[in-house]
């Protein structure tokens, strides 16, 4: 069935410098897409989303990034913090369906 | 607002054992679902109830799961009889229905060890 992925398992960058996680999902009928932020031993919180009929959206040092031709999703992380460590999920919803499919997660570790 | 409540935040059982984990949603949202995240499959949809009515449970594993809602503030997940590979984090989430967006609000999880 169709699938949301990621490209990388786990990614290692310098505090301050900007951070890049990749999704690729294969579902043409998703228009909302999510950004979580899993910390351990915590629940999946909510970091940006962005619907299908953008290709850009801001929040506070989070950019997220879709691009529809080649179902590519990213979020992009300014000035990463030690803080922001953490396991880094991307989630679709199918067009009429409430329910979130998740990657499988992409482990963000910030070096000091 | 406390957030989603999730009991218990730990459990730890012998095969055969019944199980069930509990879980009090956001006042005021009507959907809620059940996740489990394993490290092999990571995070699955097991159920949704959208005003206390099952949805779908299509990622339910088998008929040893069963779930219920029986009003907006309350939910169980229950497996009877429990079995080792039902070992993960079993995590509820509240939202409102709104089929143009979508943000899930999570609990902490409860993590489900079964011996």
Known sequence: ?112 | DAGVIQSPRHEVTEMGQEVTLRCKPISGHNSLFWYRQTMMRGLELLIYFNNNVPIDDSGMPEDRFSAKMPNASFSTLKIQPSEPRDSAVYFCASSFTDIHTGELFFGEGSRLTVL
């Open chain 1, 1 to 112: 069935g169709e699938s949301v992925g990621l490209h990388l398992p786990t990614l290692s960058v310098q505090e301050g410098d900007n951070s890049i996680i990749n999704c690729a999902y294969s579902n043409s009928a998703s228009d909302y897409f999510i950004w979580y932020k899993q910390e351990s031993g915590k629940g999946p919180q909510f970091i940006i989303d962005i619907r299908s009929n953008m290709d850009k959206r801001q929040g506070q040092r989070v950019t997220v990034l879709l691009n529809k031709t080649v179902k590519h999703l990213s979020l992009q992380i300014a000035a990463t913090q030690p803080g922001d460590s953490a396991v880094y999920f991307c989630a679709e919803k199918v067009t009429g369906r409430r329910a979130l499919t998740f990657g499988s997660g992409t482990r963000l570790q910030v070096q000091p």
